[in-house]
């Protein structure tokens, strides 16, 4: 019986050896993705900030480098022009395009993970669209919500119809107990359904009225202002936490429903609250600078590319992503065509639609 005990003993170490090995593997393979992924996101941050200098200094009046970050940081010593042309007209246009763009690329990632559609984002739900509709009640028959201040009636009625679009979808989905791809065909019927609206207000409204209107729809950054910007990135700054908090359980839900679920995740109150906290962070932004479509559909796309679905890292690398490609359309926008201020949004749907139309071959391929 010694014998045979030692024997085992002796055994032991042998065999566990290997998984010991394997495990240690593993942990460095984990250790070396994080790195990966961690570098990722300093990259792109990185690319924002190079970005940002850029679509500062690019314009009809060229400014340096030194000029623009002395006009910046040392605003007492700068020229006047130069000071205006920084604080009120480029600045909040660059601020703005950061901010809207990282709005949208996180809103769009927790669409399309809570909804497991690749197709899902603040454009295709309706959110966009009902904004519009809101916008042209204003434009063209000053339909106002009572107290608004003048500057912000568009602002108002465009959030107030995106954010009634998302509850409306909440409702439906929640009286129906509608499947995911229900929610997601219910928001392509919202978006036809505002779209003839917005075509009706269009077609009863003045020539004056029809110029804004259509501006509006179009998608520009150049109606930026600082309290503008100041009321996204507050809201952006509430939404990101809960954004992040909710991380492992929207990874957890990536390996399917069941799965989440025998994790004792609640998965239709996460899919609902998840809905309704992006829907608005993404009406807002939508509401200050007009339909800006494919954002929020790419960017996440890029970053499960970059970051693979570990969402700790896959969310706020679709922020990042999202706040990089708006700004580059944004310096796109005003290089297009010299003199000429493009609206943002019409790059954005250039640039888009190929990529859109990749991920539908892809996805079609997958399924086969």
């Known amino acids: 019986m010694n014998g045979a005990r030692l024997a085992a003993e002796a055994a032991r170490p042998l065999d566990s050896a290997p998984d010991a090995r394997e495990a240690t593997a593993q942990m460095r ?4 993705l994080t790195r990966r992924r961690v570098l990722c996101l300093v990259a792109v941050a990185v690319l924002i900030l190079a970005s940002l200098l850029f679509d500062l200094s690019s314009g009809p009046s060229g400014l340096p480098i030194a000029t623009l970050l002395r006009t910046i940081f040392v605003p007492a010593s700068a020229d006047p022009a130069n000071s205006v042309i920084v604080w009120q007209i480029r600045l909040p246009y660059a601020v703005m395009a950061l901010v809207v763009g990282a709005s949208l690329g996180i809103s769009g990632a927790e669409m399309q993970t809570v909804l497991n559609n690749p197709l899902a984002s603040p454009y295709t739900l309706g959110v966009s669209a009902a904004a519009a509709f809101g916008a042209s009640l ?42 995911t791809a229900g929610v997601v065909l219910m928001g392509i019927a919202l978006v036809f359904s505002f779209h003839a609206l917005v075509e009706l207000m269009q077609f009863i409204a003045s020539a004056d009225a ?3 209107l259509v501006f509006w729809t179009l998608g520009s950054l150049a109606r930026a202002d600082w309290p503008k910007i100041g009321v996204l990135t507050a809201a952006l700054a509430l939404a ?32 609902l609250g998840t809905l309704l906290r992006v829907s608005a962070l993404s009406a807002l932004a939508v509401s200050f600078v007009g339909t800006i479509g494919f954002v929020g559909l790419i960017a996440p796309h890029i970053a499960r590319t970059l970051f ?21 359309a944004s310096i796109a926008s005003k290089l ?29 391929g997958m399924s086969q």
């Open 138 to 179: 204003a434009i063209v028959l000053d339909v106002a919500i009572p107290g608004v201040a003048q500057t912000w009636i568009v602002s108002a009625n465009a959030f107030v119809f995106a954010f009634a679009s998302a509850l409306l979808l909440d409702f439906v989905a929640r009286w129906r107990g509608m499947s």
């Open 240 to 271: 990101v936490p809960f954004s992040m908090r909710n991380a492992w359980t929207l990874t957890a839900l990536r390996l399917g429903e069941e799965r989440a679920a025998s994790f004792g995740i609640d998965v239709r109150r996460l899919r």
């Open 29 to 32: 393979a984990y250790a070396r």
């Open 210 to 212: 029809l110029q804004g």
């Open 308 to 328: 693979g679905e570990d969402h700790r890292f896959y969310l706020p690398g679709s922020l990042l992503l999202g706040a990089l490609m708006l700004s580059l």
């Open 336 to 364: 297009l065509v010299p003199g000429v201020l493009i609206p943002v949004g019409i790059v954005t749907a250039l640039v888009g639609i190929p990529l859109f139309l990749g991920i539908v071959v892809r996805s079609q």
